[in-house]
C-alpha cells in the first residue's frame, strides 16, 4: 500500500481473514478495513517507518461480515520509483487474544483467591518476594503487603531456620514443579520477633517467570498448647512417682505391722485370717 492507505497488492491470506475478493480490497483503502484509524495516526505511521524502515503492531481490521479481527502487523518501508511505499505482513491474532485475554482474567482470579486466603502466602523470585496477602502482612506484623514486596525473602526467616529454608528454596528452583513437604519453622516478624509457623512450599510461575509460592499458617497458640501439655504431664508424672512412693511407704508399714501381728498371734482361727 502507499503511503496514503492505498492498497496495490494483497494475496489469498488477505482475502481469506477479511472476507473480500481480490479486486475488492484492490479498490479499498486502509481506512475502509481500520474504522478507527485517523489520519494523525496514518501520519505517525508513515513518520516511523520512514525513521525505523520497519515497525510492529496491533490493530484491529473489520471483516466483510463486520465482525473486528485483532491482527499483527510488521510493515516495511519500501521506495520505488521515488514513491514511498509499505509492505506489510499481517496475522489474524484473535484466538491470541482470546488466550490472553482468558489467562488474564485467570491470573486476575487466582491473584484475588490469595489476596482473600486466610493463611498466609508469598510468593519470591531471585530471593525477593514478589507477591505477600494481607494475611502474610498481618502474620509478621507488617503494616502492609507492600512493607514486604521488593525486600529479600531470607529477611523474614528466623536466623535457626536459615539453612533449612535455603536447602528447600535449592531444590525447587533445580527442579520447577517441585513441592517441597509440610514442615514447621520460623517466621521473624517486621518487629524483630519470631513467630512458630508451618509451611508448604512449592514452585510456581509468576508473570511467565520462575517462583517460588509459600504457605503458611500461625501456630503458635498450638506450640503453646503444647509445651504446657508437656509441661502439665512432667508435673503429673512427678505428682504419680511421688504418690506412688508414699503409698508404698504406707504399704509397707502396714506390712511389718501384719507380720508382727501374725508372730504375736497363737489363736489358730485369727492365725487363719492373718495369713490371708
Known amino acids: 500500500l502507499d503511503f496514503e492507505g492505498n492498497f496495490f497488492y494483497v494475496n489469498d491470506a488477505t482475502c481469506r481473514n477479511n472476507g473480500y475478493t481480490r479486486e475488492e480490497l484492490l479498490t479499498m483503502t486502509l481506512f475502509d478495513l481500520s474504522p478507527d484509524l485517523s489520519r494523525e495516526q496514518l501520519k505517525q505511521m508513515r513518520d516511523l517507518l520512514r525513521t525505523k524502515k520497519t515497525a510492529m503492531f496491533t490493530a484491529q481490521h473489520r471483516h466483510r461480515d463486520g465482525t473486528l ?16 511505499f509499505s509492505f506489510a505482513f499481517v496475522r489474524d491474532v484473535t484466538q491470541r487474544k482470546q488466550m490472553e485475554e482468558e489467562l488474564k482474567e485467570s491470573e486476575e482470579r487466582y491473584r484475588r483467591l490469595l489476596s482473600q486466603s486466610f493463611d498466609a502466602v508469598v510468593i519470591h523470585q531471585d530471593g525477593t518476594l514478589v507477591f505477600a496477602n494481607d494475611a ?33 528454596i535449592r531444590v525447587m528452583s533445580a527442579s520447577p514443579g517441585t513441592a517441597v513437604p509440610l514442615i514447621e519453622e520460623r517466621f521473624r516478624c517486621a518487629d524483630g520477633t ?10 510456581t510461575l509468576y508473570k511467565g517467570r520462575p517462583a517460588i509460592q509459600v504457605v503458611g499458617r500461625d501456630i503458635s497458640g498450638r506450640k503453646r498448647t503444647e509445651e504446657a501439655l508437656r509441661v502439665a504431664n512432667r508435673q503429673l508424672g512427678l505428682l504419680t512417682s511421688i504418690t506412688r512412693h508414699d503409698i508404698l511407704n504406707k504399704i509397707t508399714v502396714m506390712s511389718g505391722y501384719l507380720e508382727l501381728a501374725r508372730q504375736g498371734q497363737q489363736d489358730p482361727e485369727m492365725q487363719k485370717y492373718l495369713a490371708q
Open 194 to 203: 519470631s513467630v512458630d509457623v508451618e509451611v508448604v512450599a512449592t514452585s
Open 136 to 168: 502474610a502482612a498481618r502474620l509478621v506484623r507488617a503494616q502492609s503487603p507492600a512493607e514486604m514486596v521488593g525486600r529479600p525473602t531470607l529477611d523474614f526467616v528466623d536466623p535457626r531456620c536459615m539453612a533449612l529454608v535455603a536447602d528447600r
Open 69 to 84: 479481527v485483532d491482527v499483527e502487523i510488521m510493515a516495511n518501508y519500501v521506495e520505488k520509483d521515488k514513491k514511498e
